[in-house]
């Protein structure tokens, strides 16, 4: 596969400001890092560098309508802003966090809904993120309220869980460094 066509390939897959000129320069390269760090298919190296696991991952991932994961794609995932501020990587995830919403998806027999995953330092601040939010680093998702978050916490999948005052539905997951058996919980 020649730059331009992983170039184009991650374009279609949400890393839509990414330049498609053909030469693999530094947003390139991050652009292959994030890609490899979430694809939760099937592990890859986590370098930046597109070689043939790369290139079979890419393949693989397009096959499947772009498709991080069985059911959830990476524009799900993608910054809200846009690609309005220069700091934005468009598309950063994890795919631990990918393959706990599938295992929380499976376990709560229903789709789940991403209503926001990563977010650019500019766009977090702009709609008043925490400044150490755990979506600036691809790890956290706010999904549709629909489990109560005790139920969620019960799962053990995720280090970080929020949840909306009025319903005690879980809200937000992310993959903080703590324990899931002793997640952190707190409310919107």
């Known amino acids: 596969m020649r730059v ?6 991650l374009r279609r897959l949400g ?4 330049a498609v000129d053909g030469k693999p320069g530094p947003q390139t390269e991050r652009a292959v890092h994030d890609f490899q760090r979430a694809f939760a298919w099937y592990d890859i190296a986590v370098d930046g560098k597109p070689g ?3 290139f079979a991952a890419l393949n693989h991932c397009l096959a499947r309508g772009g498709r991080v994961s069985a059911h959830f794609t990476f524009t799900e995932f993608r910054c809200k802003c846009g690609g309005r501020y220069r700091d934005c990587r468009r598309v950063h995830l994890t795919r631990e966090l990918v393959r706990d919403l599938e295992a929380y998806r499976a376990r709560i027999g ?3 809904r991403i209503v ?5 330092p500019s766009h977090n601040k702009a709609v008043g993120g ?9 790890d ?4 549709d309220p629909v489990v109560h978050w005790t139920r969620v916490a019960n799962m053990r999948l995720f ?6 005052g009025s319903t005690g539905r879980c809200r937000h997951v992310d993959e903080r460094p703590v324990s899931p058996a002793h997640p952190t919980v707190w409310r919107y």
């Open 4 to 9: 331009i066509d992983y170039q184009n390939s």
């Open 15 to 18: 890393w839509d400001t990414l």
């Open 52 to 54: 043939p696991q790369t």
């Open 110 to 112: 229903r789709g789940v």
């Open 116 to 120: 926001s995953g990563y977010r650019c």
């Open 130 to 138: 925490a400044s150490r939010s755990r979506h600036l680093y691809g």
């Open 140 to 143: 956290a998702a706010d999904i």
């Open 159 to 164: 280090g970080g869980l929020g949840y909306q």
